[in-house]
């Protein structure tokens, strides 16, 4: 049946993209604004503030100094943003990330994440290079605390930016999704959707190393929350809900793994956080903690894998560039040893 037989039910079913359904799961900015209204840039500061410090585990601590606060930065963050703290402000005190490497021994997997023993069968142990997750207290300072320059209320259309293991964060993330991923050319603003009939994820194809991972884990958010198959509840979310949600998911994702997307996230909820409250988001919060902190962990798992599975693909090759040596070399000293001729055999055999 071709478009112009079917009802208006057949149609929001058919093409999720197109239609309200598909709005209610796709990366799509809500409206063009020049600037949002002083309510709502108040209202989205304090929402991605929460998320970010709910994120982390200070929440309790953060409402309990400053109810109130609409944007946190630290003393610096702010110098930098052309504004400066009031002089006998205090400081308020969150928990920041600051994760660190260290090399310890594992189990060394194979490619499909099992343990790999020796003759023995005693497990074959590795030195690998793995990121703790740990925290510091710092102290920030709220909007309200600072005077100087205005500022900017709407981000970037897109962000830009590469990423350092950006193929191996790319394919963790495709890997880790229960749903089918692929790229391609989409029409309209939307820079990515989750197919509610189909159950796939499909990307903008084409956007930034920086984009491309935020706007994937921003679905992998809508398929894990907001499919009504799979999750019934989704269906009393509102759209603003599920919209704040994906984009609250993947921001503090992108920030463990150091990816900034602070500019396009907070326009971003912007659009969409209209005429939600703060006890409305709370509700939201260990939703939002849960999700970005499994996907975090899946993620790391993945990693490590496939990081396995790399330097496992570098001694494959040392072993087959030696072997490959060695005929060489072998073939060469044979080639180089003097021949006897047939004169000189018959008289041997004769002796």
């Known amino acids: 049946m071709n478009s112009q037989g079917m009802t208006a039910s057949e149609k929001e079913t058919e093409e999720v993209k197109s239609t309200e359904a598909t709005e209610e799961i796709s990366e799509k900015p809500k409206e063009k604004e020049k600037a949002p209204e002083t309510g709502k840039k108040k209202n989205v500061t304090g929402i991605m503030t929460l998320v970010l410090i709910a994120a982390i585990g200070g929440i309790g601590g953060f409402m309990y100094m400053k109810p109130d606060a609409q944007l946190c930065q630290s003393f610096t963050g702010w110098k930098q943003m052309g504004r400066y703290v009031k002089k006998g402000e205090k400081g308020i005190s969150i928990l920041a990330p600051a994760p660190y490497k260290i090399e310890r021994e594992q189990t060394k997997l194979d490619e499909k994440g099992r343990p790999v023993f020796d003759a023995d069968g005693e497990p074959v142990k590795e030195k690998v290079e793995v990121t703790i997750r740990a925290f510091k207290v710092v102290k920030t300072f709220d909007l309200s605390q600072t005077d100087g320059k ?80 799979n999750v019934p509840e989704a269906k009393d979310i509102s759209r603003n809900g599920k919209e704040v949600e994906a984009e609250s998911v993947a921001y503090v994702v992108c920030q463990h793994y150091g990816i900034n997307t602070s500019d396009y996230s907070f326009s971003y909820v912007a659009g969409w956080s209209e005429g939600k409250e703060t006890p409305e988001l709370k509700a939201s919060l260990d939703k939002i903690r849960q999700t970005a902190s499994e996907f975090i962990y899946q993620i790391d798992q993945k990693m490590e894998v496939l990081m396995a599975d790399k330097e496992q693909g570098k001694e494959t090759a040392k072993v087959k560039e030696s072997v490959k040596s060695k005929l060489k070399s072998n073939t060469k000293k044979a080639e180089q040893a003097p021949k006897k001729s047939r004169t000189s055999k018959a008289k041997e055999e004769r002796a």
Do not use: C, R, W
């Open 150 to 229: 205005e500022l900017p209320t709407i981000g970037p259309s897109e962000l830009v930016g590469n990423i350092e293991g950006y193929p191996k964060l790319l394919q963790a993330l495709q890997e880790i999704s229960p749903v089918p991923v692929s790229f391609e050319l989409i029409d309209g603003d939307a820079k990515g959707f989750y197919h509610l009939e189909d159950k796939k994820i499909v990307v903008q194809d084409g956007m930034s190393e920086v984009q491309t991972i935020k706007t994937l884990l921003h679905e992998m958010a809508h398929q894990k929350l907001h499919d009504k198959d």
